[in-house]
């Protein structure tokens, strides 16, 4: 998986499914600490849609 194609699932994919009807509202994004999910765009993307975003260990979510 690449930056974009992580970055456009959490757009595309993630972030519509999971829309609020207060928008205001915080979601959770639970996540393993891979590369493409620690890059200043995707955090941001997370942040501007009032994600919080906890990591797990990398290479551990199987365990989970």
Do not use: C, Q
Not at 13 to 36: E, H, M, T
Request: aromatic share 14%; charged share 20%; hydrophobic share 40%.
């Amino acid at each position: 998986m690449t930056d974009e194609i992580s970055l456009k699932w959490l757009k595309k994919v993630f972030i519509p499914l999971i829309r609020p009807v207060n928008p205001l509202d915080k979601r959770l994004l639970i996540i393993d600490g891979y590369s493409n999910h620690i890059t200043n765009d995707y955090i941001w993307e997370a942040f501007s849609n009032n994600i919080h975003i906890i990591y797990l260990p990398t290479y551990t979510s199987h365990v989970f």
